[in-house]
């Protein structure tokens, strides 16, 4: 700095502290009873591991997340990596023989880490099942392989109904009668048809008994009708039981 014809001077030393950045490494598998060994180029630095060990290499065994921490001079460098074991004999479960119900699906998934193989040809860690029958799949881990199979049975679980929402009882033979149709045995079953000021102008407790569209022996006017429809069956899981209320439209 100059002022006038005086100058002034003044000199400041600045060091770079020569700490290394550790380097452990992405995240890895090993096989049970294998030992890893991590290291790190401490050069100067005081070396903690989250382990508590203090020195360069650090043999690791277990799962768990390990972290190194080097500090020189008042700077500090940190790692970690984390460290899965895999059992070196692998088990893929299924579960349990079980049944499958229309309509309904059934998720399959081997719980282990590995590359999979079904036998529909997925290659993915799990499979969604709608169809009955026999399933495998074969995993295989850096520390071995297995295998598991599991039967996926059609299960008898109701009846299957059908209620139709129109029909037209004009006697030309084709849709002449309101007819719900229930596939499979039921141990109760009623329906009942409503007029539109909700008097009820038929009922049956008799599976496969239809409506003609009259009323006391009268042709039914052309409109909207409301029914109930309950019944009872026994399957696979026990009793099942429904109630439905609907529409159905009367037209001649």
């Given amino acids: 700095m100059q002022n006038g014809n005086c100058v002034v001077t003044d000199v400041v030393n600045v060091s770079i502290v020569p700490l290394v950045q550790p380097e452990l490494g992405p995240d890895r598998t090993a096989c049970d009873g294998d030992t890893i060994v991590l290291s790190v180029a401490a ?6 591991w ?9 043999a690791v065994t277990n799962d768990g997340l390990y972290s190194v921490t080097l500090t020189l001079e008042g700077c500090t460098a940190t790692d970690a990596v984390r460290f899965t074991f895999l059992t070196t004999e692998p088990e893929v479960d299924l579960g349990a023989d079980r049944i499958l119900c229309p309509g309904e699906t059934v998720l399959l998934d081997g719980r282990i880490l590995g590359d999979y193989s079904w ?53 030309d033979g084709f849709n002449d009668v309101f007819l719900v149709v229930i596939d499979g045995p039921v141990l109760n079953y009623s329906l009942d048809i409503f007029n539109r000021w909700g008097e009820r102008i038929f009922t049956s407790t008799t599976p496969g ?13 052309d409109g909207v009708y409301v029914y109930k429809l309950r019944w009872r069956a026994l399957g696979d899981r026990g009793v099942a039981a429904d109630e439905h209320i609907g529409h159905v439209t009367l037209m001649r």
Avoid: K
């Fill in 119 to 171: 036998s529909t040809g997925s290659e993915n860690d799990r499979i969604t099942v709608t169809q009955p029958g026999t399933y495998s799949v074969t995993v295989t881990t850096p520390c071995g392989m297995a295998m598991d199979t599991v039967l996926i049975a059609e299960g008898d679980c109701g009846p299957l109904v059908h209620v139709p929402n129109t029909f037209t009882p004009n006697n």
């Fill in 209 to 221: 008994e239809a409506w003609d569209g009259t009323s006391e022996g009268t042709a039914a006017q």
């Fill in 43 to 48: 050069g100067g630095a005081q070396v903690l």
């Fill in 50 to 58: 989250n382990t508590g060990a203090v020195t360069p290499d650090l």
